[in-house]
């Protein structure tokens, strides 16, 4: 069991920062993959970065050169790191932990809206 506990979101306005974070606890091993998706209302969730633990990353093309992926393996905390926002990244957020065996956990969600 992985339990994880997301912090950041909120409301910025467009062309500013954010950055997410999330931890993760329980029985983690060497071998994960760490990552962010969103999901915004009508639409389906959607992989937005990932990041494993020997450090090879992954970003959403709609997200590249703005978004960054980032992690600390000694605190299993996984931080996206979001500038340039766009209205269309208003959506909720969830941090998600795969397993070496492939079992997904996921965070309770955290709110971004980008607005004036």
């Known amino acids: 069991q992985v339990d994880l506990v997301e912090r950041g979101g909120g409301l910025v306005q467009p062309g500013g920062s954010l950055i997410l974070s999330c931890e993760a606890s329980g029985s983690i091993f060497s071998m994960n993959v760490m990552g962010w998706y969103r999901q915004a209302p009508g639409n389906e969730r959607e992989l937005v970065a990932a990041?494993?633990?020997?450090?090879?990353?992954n970003h959403a093309d709609s997200v590249k050169g703005r978004f960054t992926i980032s992690r600390d393996n000694v605190y299993n905390t996984v931080y996206l790191q979001m500038n340039s926002l766009k209205s269309e990244a208003t959506a909720v957020y969830y941090c998600?932990?795969?397993?070496?065996?492939?079992?997904?956990?996921w965070g309770q969600g955290t709110q971004v809206t980008v607005s004036s």
């Open positions: 998600n932990f795969r397993d070496f065996q492939l079992n997904d956990y």
């Open positions: 990041i494993f633990s020997h450090g090879g990353t």
